[in-house]
């Protein structure tokens, strides 16, 4: 494996690992991410380190669990001499808010030679609106929920159109030009695409590729919702918000998912068809992967900002000249792009990154570069190992999974006596990766 010349950093928002084809989705389309997944090396176990976007975005940008350094990875980059670009959203942008108005959003500046912002109209997009939770359905533009208002996150507008005037396609196409005009020169680029993220607005042929009697919505056995805290439960739920007196609306749900999915993995094949076009290939490590995960209506949670499994679990996709395509099931931290990158390139570490290469992972698909991932939320910590999720809430309520016997984290074992020593081992374990990473514990009062 040699030196790469050039990084092309692609992230997804809002997009969980399990809703692509190449993580087992059957239904979802991707035939783009999963080409290069097919090229490159697909990572089955990589958790956020923020549950939002805002935190999540910013730990990885500067490989920190909470707060920022002086050299972010653009920066990094740029004092070594690369042209560093972002298009579209990479740190925290308002969505819809700051793509409506075309805003920089929380954007650090020292990340960035040169950056694009990519607006759109968002909810407003003329075509059929639907805000699902209240079984609103209309081609009206008056009185559509978008920026900061209630039921925003249950919006989705079909419209007739080739996808071009909408965020993710102009991203696409900037970086395509960014890509001819600096193929002399290295570059580390970065194109965030806004989709799946609400409002779910995609060309009516995409959301026609998803009839909703195709869809199963997520099983939720009953009493699921007995053995999580309630400071562990989502803010918004069907057994609370009307979204649960419509199940059709629950499958139209998935089907604006799948269908601005799809979209945004079209955008993806256009990026990498230019940069195969202009030879670069072989000189460029992609990364494709996103800030965070989604609930779709498990454990009748949606959105994110949680600490379960559907809002912690992203993708993560490497393709790297000279290294062979395959799988690991290695834990992994979305902060370790960062020293995966810089290495990758020839490059120092910063002491100020504190996630770790995974270069031996890409070298070995057996190897691993840490026993489990941590994620911070305002209410509590988690820790995810290949077998065990543990949970320790602010308040010291905990969940405890096997993710062996039960992926779809069903039953709680912190509550069973029998795990008691379990329990005390990832208590320990949680305490040690605080302290490693200089962090303080978080205590409520309540």
């Given at each position: 494996?040699?030196?790469?010349?050039?990084?092309?950093?692609?992230?997804?928002?809002?997009?969980?690992?399990?809703?692509?084809?190449?993580?087992?989705?059957?239904?979802?389309?991707?035939?783009?991410?999963?080409?290069?997944?097919?090229?490159?090396?697909?990572?089955?176990?990589?958790?956020?380190?923020?549950?939002?976007?805002?935190?999540?975005?910013?730990?990885?940008?500067?490989?920190?669990?909470?707060?920022?350094?002086?050299?972010?990875?653009?920066?990094?980059?740029?004092?070594?001499?690369?042209?560093?670009?972002?298009?579209?959203?990479?740190?925290?942008?308002?969505?819809?808010?700051?793509?409506?108005?075309?805003?920089?959003?929380?954007?650090?500046?020292?990340?960035?030679?040169?950056?694009?912002?990519?607006?759109?109209?968002?909810?407003?997009?003329?075509?059929?609106?639907?805000?699902?939770?209240?079984?609103?359905?209309?081609?009206?533009?008056?009185?559509?929920?978008?920026?900061?208002?209630?039921?925003?996150?249950?919006?989705?507008?079909?419209?007739?159109?080739?996808?071009?005037?909408?965020?993710?396609?102009?991203?696409?196409?900037?970086?395509?030009?960014?890509?001819?005009?600096?193929?002399?020169?290295?570059?580390?680029?970065?194109?965030?695409?806004?989709?799946?993220?609400?409002?779910?607005?995609?060309?009516?042929?995409?959301?026609?590729?998803?009839?909703?009697?195709?869809?199963?919505?997520?099983?939720?056995?009953?009493?699921?919702?007995?053995?999580?805290?309630?400071?562990?439960?989502?803010?918004?739920?069907?057994?609370?918000?009307?979204?649960?007196?419509?199940?059709?609306?629950?499958?139209?749900?998935?089907?604006g998912y799948y269908a601005s999915v799809t979209y945004m993995?079209?955008?993806?094949?256009?990026?990498?068809?230019?940069?195969?076009?202009?030879?670069?290939?072989?000189?460029?490590?992609?990364?494709?992967?996103?800030?965070?995960?989604?609930?779709?209506?498990?454990?009748?949670?949606?959105?994110?900002?949680?600490?379960?499994?559907?809002?912690?679990?992203?993708?993560?996709?490497?393709?790297?000249?000279?290294?062979?395509?395959?799988?690991?099931?290695?834990?992994?931290e979305l902060m370790d792009i960062y020293p995966t990158l810089?290495?990758?390139?020839?490059?120092?570490?910063?002491?100020?990154?504190?996630?770790?290469?995974?270069?031996?992972?890409?070298?070995?698909?057996?190897?691993?570069?840490?026993?489990?991932?941590?994620?911070?939320?305002?209410?509590?910590?988690?820790?995810?190992?290949?077998?065990?999720?543990?949970?320790?809430?602010?308040?010291?309520?905990?969940?405890?999974?096997?993710?062996?016997?039960?992926p779809g984290q069903i039953t709680n074992l912190a509550v069973?006596?029998?795990?008691?020593?379990?329990?005390?081992?990832?208590?320990?374990?949680?305490?040690?990766?605080?302290?490693?990473?200089?962090?303080?514990?978080?205590?409520?009062?309540?």
């Amino acid at each position: 494996m040699g030196k790469i010349e050039n990084v092309l950093f692609l992230i997804s928002d809002d997009l969980k690992a399990s809703v692509l084809s190449c993580y087992g989705d059957e239904i979802c389309q991707t035939p783009n991410i999963d080409r290069l997944a097919d090229e490159g090396v697909v990572f089955d176990r990589v958790y956020c380190q923020g549950t939002s976007c805002g935190p999540s975005r910013r730990s990885f940008m500067h490989s920190r669990y909470l707060g920022e350094a002086k050299v972010n990875m653009g920066k990094h980059f740029i004092d070594n001499g690369f042209y560093s670009a972002r298009v579209g959203k990479i740190y925290h942008m308002k969505v819809p808010g700051d793509i409506i108005a075309g805003t920089d959003g929380l954007d650090i500046k020292s990340t960035w030679t040169e950056s694009f912002n990519s607006p759109g109209l968002e909810a407003h997009t003329p075509g059929d609106y639907a805000c699902l939770n209240l079984n609103i359905f209309t081609t009206d533009l008056g009185g559509r929920y978008s920026t900061a208002m209630p039921h925003r996150w249950f919006v989705t507008v079909s419209y007739e159109g080739d996808g071009s005037d909408q965020p993710d396609y102009k991203t696409a196409t900037k970086t395509m030009e960014l890509i001819r005009e600096r193929k002399d020169e290295p570059f580390y680029i970065a194109a965030g695409f806004v989709r799946p993220h609400y409002p779910m607005v995609a060309p009516r042929q995409y959301f026609d590729l998803y009839p909703i009697e195709d869809i199963e919505v997520p099983f939720v056995p009953e009493g699921d919702l007995d053995d999580i805290p309630l400071i562990g439960q989502s803010k918004v739920i069907s057994t609370k918000d009307p979204i649960g007196k419509y199940p059709e609306n629950i499958k139209r749900m998935w089907a604006g998912y799948y269908a601005s999915v799809t979209y945004m993995d079209e955008q993806v094949g256009r990026i990498i068809a230019e940069l195969e076009r202009q030879g670069l290939r072989d000189k460029t490590a992609i990364v494709f992967t996103s800030d965070h995960g989604y609930h779709l209506g498990e454990h009748h949670f949606w959105q994110k900002s949680n600490l379960h499994e559907e809002a912690l679990r992203v993708p993560l996709v490497i393709s790297v000249p000279g290294v062979e395509s395959g799988r690991s099931s290695a834990i992994a931290e979305l902060m370790d792009i960062y020293p995966t990158l810089a290495e990758l390139a020839g490059l120092d570490i910063p002491e100020t990154v504190q996630g770790r290469s995974l270069v031996p992972v890409l070298e070995d698909r057996s190897a691993s570069v840490r026993e489990a991932a941590l994620t911070i939320d305002g209410s509590g910590y988690a820790l995810r190992s290949n077998r065990w999720a543990y949970i320790r809430y602010n308040n010291d309520e905990e969940e405890l999974y096997d993710m062996v016997a039960d992926p779809g984290q069903i039953t709680n074992l912190a509550v069973n006596p029998e795990h008691v020593s379990q329990l005390v081992d990832w208590r320990k374990k949680l305490d040690t990766r605080l302290s490693d990473a200089g962090l303080k514990r978080k205590v409520s009062r309540n």
